[in-house]
T-cell receptor
Framework: DTEVTQTPKHLVMGMTNKKSLKCEQH?????MYWYKQKAKKPPELMFVYSYEKLSINESVPSRFSPECPNSSLLNLHLHALQPEDSALYLC?????????????FGDGTRLSIL | DAKTTQPPSMDCAEGRAANLPCNHSTISGNEYVYWYRQIHSQGPQYIIH???NNETNEMASLIITEDRKSSTLILPHATLRDTAVYYCIVRVDPLKPGGSYIPTFGRGTSLIVHP
């Protein structure tokens, strides 16, 4: 079991669809993260939110749009994705962006683009 | 960034100790060493972290050499459920230019525990 909850667990969408991935934590963490992980590769950082403000965008294409409505929730809005965007999308949280406390990860959303 | 080097794969017999090495020769000052693991189809799971001293928790032990240039994660009695990819990460001092505690994942070590 994980303290970071991601929904849905699986998502299949066409290239013209709009969908959203959701992430929730109730540990009082003030930093939240999105990672992308392709098969047999390590997770790659996409975005970081610190105190509900976007802190880091690792040059992610604009078809991925993050949102942090409050300190417990993190969304990733998807629009006009490409087949190469098929991957496992992981959410994580930590006490703070510059805290030495570890990150806690969800089990991810497995996204397939048709 | 402080980089890490890990063997791509290892195997271990069930019930025996699994010793996973990591080299981080460019580590400096107050940079911590973290270990995570990722079991198939799950998100990464935090295991342990340390700065200078050896650390132990209910999952594993972390042995850091005196010069801090390498470390070893020890799973004292490996089980089949410990089969996973193990990531050793050095989180760069956020006070350094371009530094932050956000971990950067390398390729890790794929540990297979066999009966």
């Amino acid at each position: 079991d994980t303290e970071v909850t991601q929904t849905p667990k699986h998502l299949v969408m066409g290239m013209t669809n709009k969908k959203s991935l959701k992430c929730e934590q109730h540990m009082g963490h003030r930093a939240m993260y999105w990672y992308k992980q392709k098969a047999k590769k390590p997770p790659e950082l996409m975005f970081v939110y610190s105190y509900e403000k976007l802190s880091i965008n690792e040059s992610v294409p604009s078809r991925f749009s993050p949102e942090c409505p409050n300190s417990s929730l993190l969304n990733l809005h998807l629009h006009a994705l490409q087949p190469e965007d098929s991957a496992l999308y992981l959410c994580a949280s930590s006490q703070g962006q510059n805290s030495n406390q570890p990150q806690h990860f969800g089990d991810g959303t497995r996204l397939s683009i048709l | 960034d402080a980089k890490t080097t890990q063997p791509p794969s290892m195997d271990c017999a069930e019930g025996r100790a699994a010793n996973l090495p990591c080299n981080h020769s460019t580590i400096s000052g107050n940079e911590y060493v973290y270990w995570y693991r990722q079991i198939h189809s799950q998100g990464p799971q935090y295991i342990i972290h340390g700065l200078k001293n050896n650390e132990t928790n209910e999952m594993a032990s972390l042995i850091i050499t005196e010069d801090r240039k390498s470390s070893t994660l020890i799973l004292p009695h490996a089980t089949l459920r410990d089969t996973a990819v193990y990531y050793c990460i050095v989180r760069v001092d956020p006070l350094k230019p371009g530094g932050s505690y956000i971990p950067t994942f390398g390729r890790g070590t794929s540990l297979i525990v066999h009966p």
